[in-house]
Nanobody, 120 residues
Framework: QVHMVESGGGLVQPGGSLRLSCAAS????????MAWYRQAPGHQREMVAA???????NYADSVKGRFTISRDNAKNTMYLQMNSLKTEDTAVYYC??????????????WGQGTQVTVSS
């Protein structure tokens, strides 16, 4: 089983940028779908962006045009570039594999996540 570790979170002002990384303990080349999710206090976990092994991406409407997901299969790493951050982007961000292109069926095991706080 491949374990994933998220990093890159932090405190940023509205309008700022952050780049999250998801490092896998093994090869991700066989993981057809991967995704970033987030969970804000009092809210359910939601899909933010998903990507296929070939690089095709899907985004939640709330982040479309601001966030970019990418993956480097050779480095076993996935990324989330977040620009024009808003206070409502504040959440713990997680990465995971999934069983479908829109990542509605994530794998069962979750990492610790990385906290993103957008505040002035």
């Amino acid at each position: 089983q491949v374990h994933m570790v998220e990093s890159g979170g932090g405190l940023v002002q509205p309008g700022g940028s952050l780049r999250l990384s998801c490092a896998a303990s093994g090869s991700i080349s066989s993981i057809k779908y991967m995704a970033w999710y987030r969970q804000a206090p009092g809210h359910q976990r939601e899909m933010v962006a998903a990507i296929t092994v070939g690089g095709t991406a899907n985004y939640a409407d709330s982040v479309k045009g601001r966030f970019t997901i990418s993956r480097d299969n050779a480095k076993n790493t996935m990324y989330l570039q977040m620009n024009s951050l808003k206070t409502e982007d504040t959440a713990v961000y997680y990465c995971n594999g999934a069983r479908d292109p829109w990542a509605t069926l994530p794998y069962d095991s979750w990492g610790q996540g990385t906290q993103v706080t957008v505040s002035s």
